[in-house]
């Protein structure tokens, strides 16, 4: 599968002019060095697209020009001065903006009250909030970025969703006249619809003169968004490409240093004729009128595929345990465990890769090693532990998924999004569970790392090992399921073979009226 840039090139307005020069750039965190001798030019109009592999440095290069880190060595010039930006704050009033992953709004104060909070302007001898002034500017900032969001000003901010407090934030960048705006991971808790509302904001922002660095490990945005590419591996340069001269398995390569071959084509095996799970008549408080039917075989891989809201991730938790059914059975290996501890299920043959891993996968003040040791503690009959053999197994599977981390006693939240992920992962290989659950097991992991997991899926499954995938990257979940269960409304509506599913097929089950479904021959997950 090979991509090539979307961006229309005829509404771009990059010139040649150099808006920001980033010039030997070191960066040191303790002993890690972060980023070394990096260096690059920005152009004033244009898209750049910074990426790389988890841990490369892209995100810390970002920060360093925010004014969220300093650098170790080097300097940013901006508009032909040197930058010593140490704060956000001092970054803005330069023209520089950052949107991070986790935003800096209050959630009690109104999208107005964020947007103009530290704003000397708005404030009437520089104490009384002038409140009409900064609604009627909020709105005025609402018609410059061309987007209908329709929101209110007023509205408080904890009332918003993850897309329209990040709407929020640019709106908040674009209240400053920032010149240059840095999007950091800005698509990785957004559906595909509202990725599309971002990606429109960014070229309506882009036409009116806003620089733009887009900071993402998503090949297909990456293509579609961007005019350039700069790509660094393991804190240094590598490499910078016009994104309508690249294509991506040359970005691939550049990323991770090796071609790692077509990622969607490495399905590779022949499930056994051996029923492992068996779940009948599982109703929950999501779908309490319908009931869920399914069945998993021996080393068979099934893969789930809905639109947001549709239910996946309530039904796999159901069937895990983790939230309560009304009734219904599962059977694993034989042994019923809905209605049972977590802990039954999970000496009966079950694991579970949530998909909110900060919350409910990992413990994050704890260290790498507790966290892998998490589920094999649980799953033990007695309380004595071999710290020696917990350390060579903790070192074995931290070797396998290539964690890049500085020590196995340093807390979880000290690593990148991605190897928090494959700390998450690492977690449930230990057990070696019958079935495993993986609900979007790649979200948050570079490419180079994704191969890896696609590839450990299949050989997990040709181990004998059965697994339940949810993924909302659809070519992941035809290249890796033998069979497909498509969700539609808290409902199972088709049954699709590995043969005959392709992608128009999964959309029209997932999006199409409960009611024609019915009148086609649409499957409940029936065996």
């Known amino acids: 599968m090979s991509r090539t840039c979307d961006r229309n090139r005829s509404t771009f307005l990059m010139t040649q002019n150099t808006l920001l020069e980033v010039e030997h750039i070191s960066k040191n965190f303790g002993v890690v060095q972060a980023l070394k001798d990096v260096s690059f030019p920005i152009y004033e109009g244009e898209i750049l697209a910074l990426v790389g592999e988890n841990g490369a440095g892209k995100s810390t290069?970002?920060?360093?020009?925010?004014?969220?880190?300093?650098?170790?060595?080097?300097?940013?010039?901006?508009?032909?001065?040197a930058l010593a930006c140490k704060t956000t704050r001092e970054a803005r009033a330069k023209g520089i903006a950052i949107v991070l992953q986790e935003f800096a709004l209050i959630p009690h104060l109104s999208i107005a009250e964020n947007i103009f909070l530290t704003s000397k302007e708005m404030y009437q001898q520089g104490v009384w909030q002038n409140h009409q002034k900064m609604v009627e500017e909020t709105e005025a900032l609402f018609k410059r970025t061309m987007i209908d969001f329709d929101l209110d000003p007023n509205?408080?901010?904890?009332?918003?969703?993850?897309?329209?407090?990040?709407?929020v934030e640019i709106v908040k960048a674009l209240s400053t006249n920032a010149r240059l705006i840095i999007l950091d991971e800005p698509t990785s808790a957004l559906s595909q619809k509202e990725v599309q509302h971002l990606f429109a904001l960014m070229q309506n922002l882009n036409a009116n003169g806003v620089t733009l660095i887009f900071v993402s490990h998503k090949l297909d945005e990456i293509f579609t968004i961007s005019d350039r590419i700069v790509v660094f591996r393991d804190g240094v340069f590598v490499k910078e490409m016009e994104t309508s001269a690249s294509n991506e398995q040359e970005?691939?390569?550049?990323?991770?240093?090796?071609?790692?071959g077509d990622l969607y084509s490495i399905r590779h095996r022949a499930p056994q004729d051996e029923r492992l799970l068996e779940v009948a008549a599982l109703?929950?408080?999501?779908?309490?009128?319908?009931?869920?039917?399914?069945?998993?075989?021996?080393?068979?891989?099934?893969?789930?595929?809905?639109?947001?809201?549709?239910?996946?991730?309530e039904l796999m938790r159901s069937i895990f345990g983790a939230d309560p059914i009304m009734d219904g059975s599962v059977v694993i290996k034989g042994k019923q465990t809905a209605g049972k501890p977590l802990k039954m299920a999970i000496q009966s043959g079950f694991g579970m890769l949530p998909e909110d891993r900060k919350n409910q996968g990992l413990l994050l003040e704890q260290s790498i090693h507790d966290n892998i040791f998490l589920a094999y503690t649980a799953n033990r009959a007695h309380f004595f532990r071999n710290l020696k053999e917990e350390k060579r197994q903790a070192e074995q599977k931290i070797k396998e998924l290539r964690i890049k981390m500085g020590s196995v006693n340093?807390?979880?939240?000290?690593?990148?999004?991605?190897?928090?992920q494959k700390v998450a992962f690492a977690k449930w290989l230990l057990v070696q569970p019958d079935v495993l659950i993986l609900d979007e097991p790649t979200r948050g992991i570079d490419i180079g790392a994704k191969f890896e997991v696609y590839a450990l899926i299949d050989q997990l499954a040709n181990q004998g090992t059965s697994l339940l995938l949810v993924s909302s990257e659809l070519p992941e979940i035809l290249a890796l399921s033998d069979r497909i269960l498509v969700m539609n409304q808290g409902q199972v509506v088709k049954e699709l073979d590995h043969s005959e599913a392709s992608e128009e097929l999964i959309m029209y089950y997932c999006t199409m009226d409960l009611d024609t479904i019915g009148t086609i021959g649409g499957t409940h997950g029936n065996n």
Do not use: W
């Open 155 to 167: 509205e408080k901010v904890q009332n918003l969703s993850v897309a329209q407090q990040q709407y």
């Open 61 to 81: 290069l970002a920060k360093i020009i925010a004014g969220v880190h300093t650098q170790s060595e080097g300097r940013i010039v901006f508009d032909g001065e």
């Open 251 to 260: 970005l691939i390569k550049a990323m991770v240093g090796r071609d790692v």
């Open 410 to 420: 340093n807390p979880v939240n000290s690593l990148s999004g991605g190897n928090q």
């Open 283 to 313: 109703r929950n408080g999501f779908s309490p009128e319908t009931p869920y039917n399914l069945h998993l075989d021996r080393g068979e891989v099934l893969g789930l595929f809905g639109l947001v809201g549709s239910g996946r991730t």
